[in-house]
């Protein structure tokens, strides 16, 4: 683990769930793994602390334990996972993405389960059936039914999988066996059969709408009676959580369909996205490229409003496999010519644009034309730099080493003689776009943590007068559950003085820039992150 | 060292193979470079649009109800203090959940190489998960938070039973545990509340 990341993880860390569980998280990531008694000494916290901690984290999947190095008759270890943690920051892009596919229903399920980390489906029903009660007129309510139905098309869309059973019940049957590893592997959602089966449940009934605090002992009553009731819906112990892959597979795709639509025009990104959408099941997560698909079957898959004709959607497809991004290919002549969708070329391609845009914007467009000529041709000397990018030496020379200077660029020394003598040596100066990739995704974790730092900063300086604004809503909130009149109401709202006002608003503009920024770092950090590991994955 | 006394600018190579004159380097850096340096190329602004803000307005509330959560595990409060008249309030407008929860560390599964055991084993937690007794008492519980508790109680606890895998017979000879290590296999253990 990086530097950067570390300290994003407990910034995250801390942000969620508080400095206690920042603080075993922490050491967590800078030791590896740990047994609770090393944990415990290091932080330095009381053991109920500790275990409270892990339980937090393992509860959400950021922490697995399994038999540790001494084997099953040992301490148990723990290991934590960063990329979960690291998913934090782009929780309200799964929440969102949930929303605009299945609408407020599946937004509130994807969001308690986020929040929660792992649920039952019962429980998830009848909390999300609740919240969307609360939201609607009075005397309407929301049928679990309703909410039973878009839970199960989010799993059959395998958005939603099984927690996966405890892996310490499938190694001691294994370990006896061989020697278990150090650290067992954590057992594979997918592995398991049964990971999007959904379960039989008996639920039926309404969402309660929330009442104040009057009907509290109704209420009390009401909820001893549900205690003994919700044990007997069906499903103890299949506990669900939030399939990431899978929403990163639906990020990708909308990726690639938005360049194809910026690149070209609207009807191809329609036909790139009915291809995805063709060879959404057949494809594996890390397939360079998907099934071949017949032009024919295109066809007849285009969506029915687009009415066009076959020749036209034949020259589209031309278009597409000729244009130089590559993002779609051909694969045979059968059917009226065979397409795939070249997805680890495009994650490429896409990563390199905004490594591109990147320089463009910190240091102008001739730098960019550099920086693009080194990816194209790989190694150039000074001289044909300057050539080739069409920009007078003087400064091409400046902005080489300015480049250079911020690792963008790297220099190959290229030896005529064995004792490589400067003026015998070629200097060759390139660009991997790996490497480059890398650099620039931690630079976009320091980024979002050095955001997190100042919104922390900036809520602490301020904490005075938020405090305050705050304890005066909740009174002008009471005020006018007991309804006061329109005078007491104004002399509470002008114990804010005006320019108090003006700073709180100034305060909360530059809390929601802060917060903006991050959302849309993370943009980026999720474009570099999948290139990363799609380049290893195919290694 | 070459050239020290001589000349300050002398290099050990030929400088005219990397395309540099005497003249064209830049000055020698005096101390470090500024925290803020100046930018020439200012960023562009950021996306706006409905979906950036409904994201940002999803994030502030998440954030907030994190807080408010369980999972937001807060150090040992100081025990001098009565608790205030407002508390009791308080925790019911901000809707908190239950503070003091514990893990349930009552029964532990102890794991073995032997067969029979691992079996047995295997139906106690199964059997574990299916009965959940949560034993905290609260103040005023609402039933959403009671269902999802007990969702968390009993996910903890199976995760959690699992921690104390230890197999008295083979390593009380050489392991010696302090007194709140293993702490699973104590029955009744008296987790002080704050």
Redesign the interface.
């Known amino acids: 683990m990086t530097a950067q990341e570390v300290r994003l993880c407990g910034l995250l860390l801390q942000e969620h769930f508080g400095d206690v569980v920042e603080n075993v998280g922490t050491h967590l990531i800078r030791n590896g793994v740990l047994t609770l008694r090393a944990l415990a000494h290091e932080t330095k916290l009381a053991l109920d602390l500790v275990k409270k901690s892990l339980c937090v984290l393992v509860q959400h999947g950021m922490c697995t334990f399994g038999p540790g190095r001494r084997g099953p008759a040992g301490p148990v270890e723990y290991h934590i996972n960063c990329e979960h943690i690291l998913h934090m920051l782009r929780y309200p892009r799964y929440i969102y993405t949930a929303k605009s596919l299945y609408g407020d229903t599946g937004e509130l399920i994807v969001e308690e389960i986020l929040q929660r980390g792992q649920m039952t489906m019962s429980s998830t029903v009848k909390t999300v059936a609740d919240r969307l009660t609360h939201n609607m007129p009075e005397g309407q309510s929301m049928d679990y039914n309703e909410v039973v139905s878009a839970f199960s098309r989010l799993v059959e869309t395998h958005f939603l999988q099984r927690c996966p059973p405890m892996a310490s019940a499938e190694s001691s049957g294994t370990g006896s066996a061989e020697t278990p590893p150090a650290v067992t592997q954590p057992s594979n959602p997918e592995s398991h059969p049964d990971c999007y089966k959904l379960p039989y449940i008996s639920l039926s009934g309404h969402g309660k709408r929330r009442r104040s605090s009057e009907d509290g002992e109704a209420d009390q009553r009401a909820a001893k009676k549900a205690k003994t009731d919700s044990s007997e819906c069906g499903d103890e112990g299949i506990h669900w959580q939030v399939n990431f892959e899978r929403f990163h597979l639906h990020f990708r795709d909308q990726a690639i369909i938005s360049a194809v639509s910026c690149k070209l025009d609207q009807t191809s990104g329609e036909i790139v996205r009915t291809m995805l959408r063709m060879s959404e099941v057949t494809t594996s997560a890390n397939a360079a490229f998907t099934q071949a698909l017949s032009a024919n079957e295109i066809f007849r898959a285009l969506p029915s409003n687009y009415n066009i004709a076959r020749p036209i959607l034949d020259q589209y497809l031309t278009l597409l496999v000729d244009d130089p991004m590559e993002f779609v290919g051909k694969a045979g002549d059968s059917g009226g010519g065979m397409f795939v969708v070249n997805l680890h070329r495009a994650l490429a391609n896409l990563a390199r644009a905004t490594l591109e845009s990147v320089v463009q914007e910190r240091f102008g467009s001739r730098s960019a034309r550099i920086f693009r000529l080194l990816l194209r041709k790989r190694h150039l000397e000074q001289k044909q730099v300057e050539d080739f990018a069409m920009i007078p030496a003087k400064e091409a020379k400046e902005m080489l080493y300015t480049l250079l200077s911020e690792n963008l660029v790297q220099l190959q020394e290229i030896p005529k003689t064995p004792d490589h003598a400067p003026s015998r040596t070629f200097y060759l100066y390139t660009v991997n776009q790996l490497p480059t990739a890398r650099l620039l995704l931690q630079h976009c974790y320091k980024t979002v943590g050095n955001l997190i730092e100042r919104r922390l900063y900036e809520t602490k300086e301020n904490k005075r007068l938020l405090e305050k604004s705050q304890r005066i809503e909740a009174i002008l909130a009471s005020l006018q559950a007991t309804g006061a009149e329109a005078t007491q109401l104004t002399e509470v709202e002008e114990m804010i003085t005006a320019p108090e006002r003006q700073q709180l608003e100034s305060l909360r503009h530059h809390i929601n820039k802060l917060d903006s920024s991050e959302n849309q770092v993370d943009e980026t950090i999720f474009l570099l992150e999948s290139y990363i590991n799609s380049t290893q994955a195919s290694r | 060292m070459a050239g020290k006394g001589r000349g300050v600018a002398a290099f050990?190579?030929?400088i005219e193979?990397?395309?540099?004159t005497r003249g064209?380097m830049p000055e020698t850096q005096r101390g470090p470079a500024p925290l803020f340096p100046q930018?020439?190329?200012k960023?562009?602004p950021?996306?706006?649009g409905e979906?950036?803000d409904?994201?940002?307005a999803?994030?502030?509330e998440?954030?907030g109800?994190?807080?408010d959560?369980p999972?937001?595990?807060?150090?040992?409060a100081g025990k001098g203090d009565v608790e205030r008249y407002k508390e009791k309030y308080t925790r019911?407008?901000k809707k908190l959940e239950d503070e003091d929860?514990?893990?349930d560390l009552k029964k532990s599964?102890k794991?073995?190489?032997k067969?029979k055991e691992?079996v047995l084993?295997?139906l106690d937690?199964?059997e574990k998960?299916?009965?959940?007794k949560s034993d905290e008492e609260d103040e005023?519980?609402?039933?959403?938070k009671?269902?999802?508790e007990?969702?968390?109680e009993?996910?903890?606890e199976?995760?959690?039973d699992?921690?104390?895998?230890?197999?008295n017979d083979?390593?009380a000879s050489y392991?010696e545990?302090?007194d709140?290590?293993g702490?699973g296999s104590d029955d009744n253990m008296d987790?002080a509340t704050y």
């Open positions: 050990s190579f030929n193979s990397l395309g540099l064209s930018i020439e190329y960023p562009g950021l996306k706006a979906d950036e409904y994201m940002r999803l994030k502030q998440m954030r109800r994190m807080k959560l999972f937001n595990i807060k150090h040992h019911e407008i929860w514990t893990p599964v794991i073995s190489t067969d691992e084993n295997k937690e199964l998960k299916g009965d959940v005023v519980k609402k039933e959403k009671e269902d999802d007990e969702g968390e009993a996910e903890i199976g995760d959690y699992e921690e104390f895998e230890e197999d083979y390593i392991f545990d302090g709140d290590f702490g987790e």
